[in-house]
């Protein structure tokens, strides 16, 4: 478990950390599993796939239900805290920046609506063969497949400052 250690240790360390979720929604479609990915269309992380998720707010009573409230946001659907299923936890540093994203990443199968465009995320479904990670940030593809195939995940990547590459990551992946 080298990637939790380091994941401690770099929390310990860091001068200021902030939390942040990240959701992923998961359907099967007649047989075939599928993603809900969006398209970040404004503020960090624009022009990439990603989960939907974001800061932690001192509103929410839970981290799970922070999550919930982003996708709820982001996606206009209605998801609910209590369907959100943790799924691990991954860290971001960026040199020359103090400040460290602890990202709580979960998954959830339960939600009611259709997910619909809003101002900061376009929705798409992909077929887990079809991932577009070429679009997405570096990492995923490191530690996406394993969550999609519903293992648990610990990770760390030391992104260069320009915020596209990284130049170190561990990762450890556990079954559920």
């Known amino acids: 478990m080298a990637a ?11 001068p200021k950390v902030k939390h942040y ?11 075939t599993k599928e993603v809900l990915l ?18 932690v707010e001192p509103t929410d009573a839970t981290v799970s239900d922070a999550a919930a409230r982003e996708m709820n946001e982001e996606a206009l659907v209605t998801v609910l805290g209590s369907d959100m299923e943790e799924k ?3 860290v971001f540093t960026f040199t020359g920046k103090p400040e460290v994203m602890h990202v709580h990443v979960f998954q959830v199968r339960s939600y009611s609506g259709v997910p619909s465009e ?3 995320m376009k929705p798409q479904w ?3 063969d079809a991932i577009p990670y070429a679009s997405m940030w570096a990492d995923d593809k490191y ?9 648990n995940i610990v990770g760390q990547f030391d992104f260069d400052a320009d915020e596209t590459k990284f130049y170190d990551h561990v990762l450890d992946v556990t079954d559920a």
């Open 143 to 151: 530690w996406l497949p394993s969550l999609l195939e519903g293992k």
């Open 118 to 120: 809003s101002d900061e």
């Open 88 to 90: 691990g936890t991954l």
């Open 38 to 55: 969006g398209m970040k269309k404004r503020g960090f992380g624009a022009g990439k796939w990603n989960g939907f998720g974001g800061k």
């Open 4 to 14: 939790a250690r380091r994941v401690a240790d770099t929390l310990f360390k860091a």
């Open 21 to 31: 979720t990240l959701a992923f929604l998961l359907r099967d479609n007649n047989g």
């Open 126 to 128: 992909f077929t887990y």
